[in-house]
């Protein structure tokens, strides 16, 4: 059973950019979760979703910043007009079911340059 | 939410065992009680969780304290790859949606 897939692993675009992130949970997973890792900082919470709906955004930004978890494929993080301070790590985790443990994955580092 | 307070850095000798203290104090009876841990430039992984009782599994033991006030992740025997920081979170009700990451503790193993 593979594990949380996510792609790229490292992405670099300059500001004023677009920025996609893919994440794909692992099999029989319906809940995916999005946290952000900035530089010396620790995970923060962004996004959570389950098949075709956004549950809770709460650690969202407001702008510039969109989720979706299609009914097929992946889930992706859109990040509009990237600035500097967009660069992290943004890590995807999937579980099978609400309260379970969630499974990360290797994340997509992102630079903007 | 209830906080965790944990120390911010540990350091071991491999093939010792290591005892990853956590305060919760302000911890709620439906808290559980979870351990993750992130090895370097990765994404975080499950360790172990309790509600009350001691527990165990492959990698590792929780010991929660009666009052359940704190608790202690075990490490029977470290080893280089343990080398990770260590986050004790809680969860109401093993439920709710994210995972609250505090700071977390930097595990150093020598060897």
């Known amino acids: 059973n593979a594990g949380v897939m996510q792609n790229p692993r490292h992405l670099v675009r300059r500001r004023g950019q677009e920025a996609r992130l893919r994440c794909s949970p692992m099999?029989?997973?319906?809940?995916v979760y999005w946290y952000r890792q900035l530089p010396e900082e620790g995970l923060k919470f962004m996004v959570y979703l389950q098949k075709e709906n956004i549950i809770d955004e709460s650690g969202m930004p407001k702008e510039r910043f969109s989720a979706e978890f299609p009914k097929e494929g992946p889930s992706i993080l859109r990040i509009q007009q990237v600035v500097r301070g967009d660069s992290a790590a943004y890590f995807c985790a999937s579980s099978p079911f609400v309260g379970s443990e969630q499974y990360f994955g290797p994340g997509t580092r992102l630079t903007v340059t | 939410d209830a906080k965790t307070t944990q120390p911010n850095s540990m350091e071991s000798n491999e093939e010792e065992p290591v005892h990853l203290p956590c305060n919760h104090s302000?911890?709620?009876?439906?808290?559980?009680i979870h351990w993750y841990r992130q090895l370097p430039s990765q994404g975080p992984e499950y360790v172990i969780h309790g509600l009350t009782s001691n527990v165990n599994n492959r990698m590792a033991s929780l010991a929660i304290a009666e009052d359940r006030k704190s608790s202690t992740l075990i490490l029977h025997r470290a080893t280089l790859r343990d080398a990770a920081v260590y986050y004790c979170i809680l969860r109401r009700d093993n439920a709710g949606n994210m995972l609250t990451f505090g700071g977390g503790t930097r595990l150093m193993v020598k060897p």
């Open positions: 099999k029989g997973h319906s809940h």
């Open positions: 302000t911890i709620s009876g439906t808290d559980y």
